[in-house]
């Protein structure tokens, strides 16, 4: 049974560490690596600039509820403490980040019976659903018992999920014009002016 376990634990994480190889770091612009911070920021400002073109919501338009951009900070900051000295500490410190901020999202989403929006099937149906999820915990320790190393990267995968499940969560609130921005809220910075688009041949 233990091996089942660890099998389903080291296919999840592998599974993890292919999305980050094939949509990581890579993606992420080279001023928006500067830190993690600076990564949300970013991600949360596309997503308000995208929120222009939502209908409102009577009729959200569920295409801009993503959690890729909070996986792809994550996994750039994850990929980031791979290169540090104490490598146990960075990702320590990551996850620390990730749990600090997803209680700080969390804490300021409504709760579904508090919501202040019109009723329809997305915030009757879908919004209950993704704030339960959201607060979701697991059955137990998914990291332990791995390698020192091993654990401490797990745990920071782990912590990058739960967050990514809160903002998504927070971006249908959003869309429900339910909750102000994350700016307004608190819980990001301001984005950094958008870099533009280079012409070609440059």
Do not use: K
Request: charged content about 20%; proline content about 8%.
């Amino acid at each position: 049974m233990r091996r089942g376990r660890d099998t389903t634990r080291r296919l999840a994480m592998l599974s993890t560490l292919t999305f980050f190889v094939l949509h990581g770091a890579a993606d992420v612009r080279a001023e928006e690596r500067a830190d993690f911070e600076t990564c949300i920021a970013a991600a949360m400002g596309r997503f308000e600039r995208a929120l222009r073109r939502n209908p409102g919501p009577d009729a959200p338009d569920i295409r801009l509820l993503s959690q890729r951009d909070v996986l792809v900070c994550g996994g750039a900051g994850i990929q980031s403490c791979d290169l540090q000295d104490d490598r146990i500490a960075c990702q320590a410190a990551l996850t620390a980040e990730h749990d600090a901020l997803t209680a700080s999202i969390l804490s300021a989403l409504p709760e579904p019976d508090a919501l202040s929006a019109p009723e329809t099937q997305w915030s009757a149906g879908l919004y209950p659903q993704m704030w339960e999820i959201a607060r979701g915990s697991s059955a137990g320790p998914d990291c332990s018992g791995q390698r020192p190393l091993l654990e401490a990267w797990c745990d920071a995968v782990e912590a990058n999920r739960r967050l990514a499940s809160a903002v998504m969560t927070w971006q249908l609130a959003r869309l429900l014009h339910a909750v102000p921005s994350a700016v307004e809220a608190g819980w990001a910075a301001p984005a950094p002016p958008p870099m533009p688009t280079p012409r070609p041949g440059q």
